[in-house]
T-cell receptor
Framework: SQTIHQWPATLVQPVGSPLSLECTVE??????LYWYRQAAGRGLQLLFY??????ISSEVPQNLSASRPQDRQFILSSKKLLLSDSGFYLC?????????????FGNGTRLTVT | QKEVEQDPGPLSVPEGAIVSLNCTYS??????FMWYRQYSRKGPELLMY????GNKEDGRFTAQVDKSSKYISLFIRDSQPSDSATYLC????????FGQGTRLTINP
């Protein structure tokens, strides 16, 4: 069966510090990968998605970037965090071979920028 | 008009009650319909996935889709305290669109 791992679960970082959140998927090959941010009362916001190694699409301009160095690894980064980067970050995957397949989420990272 | 409308609640019901959660949508191109359950401080978990009008049942959960009215519902029978969570509807065509989520509490 497929599993998705996301870490760390919680993170407190000062303004201006760098960020690296990692997500890995097991049990499937060539998945679509996604980074979402969830803010209270604002629902799920798609940040980045990837259909393959090195292929990243950005949905919104922001202080964050994403990379996919391996087929089942997705990384969310920032060089300098802003207070507004605080939130709940979720990684997700879907089966690329199945059109309109549902997303499966990790358990998220709660980021607090102080 | 928003693409997806979902009552944010909160909704509080006694244990054993039948719960009805609803979403409306405006995009006729949506072909696939999903419900996710999200416990506090966890990621959303896929509950139901369907692409046709009508009902789909899975244990105590029933997903209902009415494409003509652009309306989907999730029914929970014999609700349990463990059903307390936020429920998100989601719609798919070429991309996935989520509702805002309804926070549900089942009181013992």
């Amino acid at each position: 069966s497929q599993t998705i791992h996301q870490w760390p679960a919680t993170l407190v970082q000062p303004v201006g510090s760098p960020l690296s959140l990692e997500c890995t998927v097991e049990g499937t090959s060539n998945p679509n990968l996604y980074w979402y941010r969830q803010a209270a009362g604002r629902g799920l916001q798609l940040l980045f998605y990837s259909v393959g190694i090195g292929q990243i699409s950005s949905e919104v301009p922001q202080n964050l970037s994403a990379s996919r160095p391996q087929d089942r690894q997705f990384i969310l980064s920032s060089k300098k965090l802003l207070l507004s980067d605080s939130g709940f970050y979720l990684c997700a995957w879907s089966a690329q071979a199945v059109p309109n397949s549902p997303l499966h989420f990790g358990n998220g990272t709660r980021l607090t920028v102080t | 008009q928003k693409e997806v409308e979902q009552d944010p609640g909160p909704l509080s019901v006694p244990e054993g009650a039948i719960v009805s959660l609803n979403c409306t949508y405006s995009n006729s191109a949506f072909q696939y319909f999903m419900w996710y359950r999200q416990y506090s401080r966890k990621g959303p978990e896929l509950l139901m996935y369907t692409y046709s009008s009508g009902n789909k049942e899975d244990g105590r959960f029933t997903a209902q889709v009415d494409k003509s009215s652009k309306y989907i519902s999730l029914f929970i029978r014999d609700s349990q305290p463990s059903d307390s969570a936020t429920y998100l509807c989601a719609f798919s065509t070429q991309k996935l669109v989520f509702g805002q989520g309804t926070r549900l509490t089942i009181n013992p």
